[in-house]
């Protein structure tokens, strides 16, 4: 069966301090965090990679892993395509002083066209695991509803930096595995009892979303016609910062009982490079994964 891994590698990466934080060496062979991903997606049964970048990044991207994945790709059967986000892909014209990106929400939806097939979205900068890469496949691979979708669902407290706050969707689950709800939560930071957003504690076992969804073709027209609505309904208001986000238009579709999402619970520990401090400690859980015969190295032989 057809299946694809849509990765979001568009993001400016402000908060790592400058350069491209998707194309950062964390390998002992120079792989990047795609790497990995790419390589359990494969593993698990994904046939298609969709890289979703800027324009702007095109050059340095391709020099630095698009070419390489290409070749792998090719040698196992699997298709490489390309979507280019862009502030000025919208359904209407771009607000004066408008810098800043339109989210993840707007991000999948450029993929529109090289997508048909059930899909897996994915952070490029964030390691997952090989656990919900098979979980999501093998979810996909069922014959669903067109509006039946799926989540990886990490648990808080293995999802989050020492070196500041983060942003996670923080999840409402109900008796059968299913998301209620979904709230994007900003800063929160690791305490020595667990996690907290400001004064307020957060329970560390809680389930978050790390933007790990599993998707049906389908959901493409859903989520364009929500992103003409919230260009409607959200910009107006505040044109500079409004953000079109997949968990938070997720949510909205739950809430409206429009979609069902199963949970599929993930105990693999998330790492990534949100901050530059992050990146030593990065290098290391990839060293000791290749000690204990996780991955080998290089990575593809």
Not at 208 to 229: D, H, I, K, Y
Not at 282 to 291: N, P, T
């Amino acid at each position: 069966m057809k299946t694809a891994l849509v990765i979001m590698a568009a993001g400016i990466g402000s908060r790592f301090g400058g350069g491209i934080k998707q194309l950062e060496p964390v390998g002992p062979c120079g792989e990047i965090i795609m790497d990995y991903s790419i390589h359990d997606a494969i593993e698990a049964g994904f046939n298609k990679i969709v890289f979703i970048i800027r324009k702007d990044i095109e050059a340095d991207f391709r020099e630095v892993i698009g070419d390489r994945i290409e070749k792998v790709c090719k040698d196992q059967g699997v298709e490489v395509a390309y979507a280019f986000q862009s502030l000025q892909d919208i359904p209407g014209t771009v607000p004066e002083g408008r810098t800043k990106p339109w989210g993840t929400g707007q991000a999948v939806l450029v993929a529109k066209d090289v997508v048909d097939c059930p899909f897996a979205v994915i952070n490029a900068d964030d390691y997952y695991g090989k656990e919900a890469f098979v979980k999501l496949h093998g979810f996909l691979c069922q014959e669903g509803e067109a509006n039946a979708y799926c989540m990886a669902g990490f648990i808080l407290k293995n999802t989050l930096s020492e070196n500041g706050g983060v942003t996670r969707g923080v999840c409402k689950v109900d008796g059968n595995g299913f998301l209620t709800d979904v709230e994007e939560t900003s800063n929160i930071v690791k305490t020595t009892d667990g996690a907290a957003v400001g004064d307020v504690a957060i329970d560390p076992e809680s389930y978050v979303s790390m933007n790990m969804w599993g998707l049906r073709p389908e959901f493409m027209q859903t989520l364009e016609e929500g992103f003409q609505a919230f260009f409607r309904d959200t910009v107006p208001g505040n044109p500079l910062k409004a953000e079109y986000l997949l968990p938070i238009y997720i949510g909205q579709l739950l809430r409206e009982g429009k979609v069902s999402v199963q949970v599929l619970e993930t105990k693999d520990k998330w790492f990534g490079v949100t901050y530059r401090e992050d990146k030593p400690a990065v290098v290391a859980s990839f060293q000791k994964l290749i000690a204990d015969g996780v991955y080998s190295a290089p990575l593809f032989r």
